[in-house]
Every structure is written in structure tokens, then in C-alpha cells.
């Protein structure tokens, strides 16, 4: 049996074990304190620091982010529904939006079961928000989706090819 969109949901399934185990990982081996506690692997340039987020990316909408649970959720359900009903142009497109599934399911799983993220990916040598995996991913499935859109199309309708070959 052959399975539609499986680039979709392997990047899917894949991107939501890999955060979700970070995260666990992060819940059972570090203490929640503020200060944030904090391991760097590259003093000043890369840390795990142990913090969590009620808002969106940036904080945003941290005071008032309940909603963003239902946005999630909702997210999630188009994108399980797109990639059970649709069938993707090319691979760029299966994994872009399979990788925006796993990380809208990740933060979404959190928001949902505790309210808040888990973030412990610390760039510090640029300044950069504290993120997770989810965040990653889903930035990573923009960019598949951005090549998928600049690409050119290597497929071309029948009537196309067949009205090519005519011409020669």
C-alpha cells in the first residue's frame, strides 16, 4: 500500500519525537530557577539554558497567550488534513509543510498539556530569543516551502509535453 505524502509525514513524525524527547530530556535533567540554570557547550556562543515561554516566538503574547493553544491545535488539524487530502507537487512542499506539522504540534502538545513551552536552545553570541526544536523546525519547513516556490518545475503537464514534442 502505498502511503500519499510520505516525505509529509515522515518529517512530520520524526520532527515531533526529536522535540518532544528534547524536551523531556530538558524537563529531567535540569532545575527550573531564576536565574535560568544554564550548561554552555560553547562558553559565550551556544548554551541549553532551561526556561519556559506562555507566549509565542519572542515572547509575544506572553500576558494573554491562551489562545495561542487553540491556534495551535488549529494549525495542526489543517496540516494533518492537508497532507491526508492533498497531493504535494514535490518533496520541497511535502517536507515544508510536514516539518511545520511536527513543530506546530510540538509547542501545541506543550500549550495544551502545561500551558507553557520548553525552550533551551541559548545562542548568545548573536543575542538570539532562547527556543526549542518545534521553533526550528518550523523555520526549517518555511525554508523547504521557499524553495519549493523558486524552483522550477521539472513536471510538466501531458498536454504541454505532448504539444513540445509536435512542435519539433
Avoid at 54 to 81: H, M, P, Q, T, Y
Avoid at 125 to 135: E, T, V, Y
Amino acid at each position: 500500500m502505498e502511503v500519499k505524502n510520505r516525505f509529509f509525514w515522515i518529517a512530520a513524525i520524526a520532527g515531533l519525537i526529536l522535540d518532544q524527547l528534547s524536551k523531556l530530556w530538558v524537563v529531567n535533567n535540569f532545575e527550573l530557577t531564576v536565574p535560568p540554570q544554564t550548561v554552555p557547550l560553547w562558553q559565550g556562543v551556544f548554551h541549553f539554558t532551561y526556561v519556559t515561554n506562555k507566549g509565542a516566538a519572542f515572547s509575544l503574547f506572553s500576558e494573554n497567550g491562551d489562545w495561542l493553544r487553540w491556534l495551535s491545535l488549529a494549525v495542526s488539524l489543517g496540516l494533518i488534513a492537508l497532507g491526508l487530502w492533498v497531493s504535494f507537487s514535490n518533496r520541497w512542499e511535502e517536507l515544508g509543510y510536514g516539518f511545520i506539522l511536527s513543530g506546530a504540534l510540538g509547542n501545541g502538545i506543550d500549550r495544551l498539556l502545561a500551558g507553557e513551552v520548553v525552550d533551551f536552545l541559548d545562542f548568545r553570541l548573536i543575542r538570539f530569543p532562547i527556543f526549542n526544536l518545534a521553533d526550528v523546525f518550523i523555520n526549517v519547513g518555511i525554508g523547504c516551502l521557499l524553495i519549493a516556490a523558486f524552483r522550477p518545475d521539472r513536471r510538466q503537464p501531458a498536454d504541454e509535453v505532448s504539444s513540445e514534442q509536435t512542435r519539433r
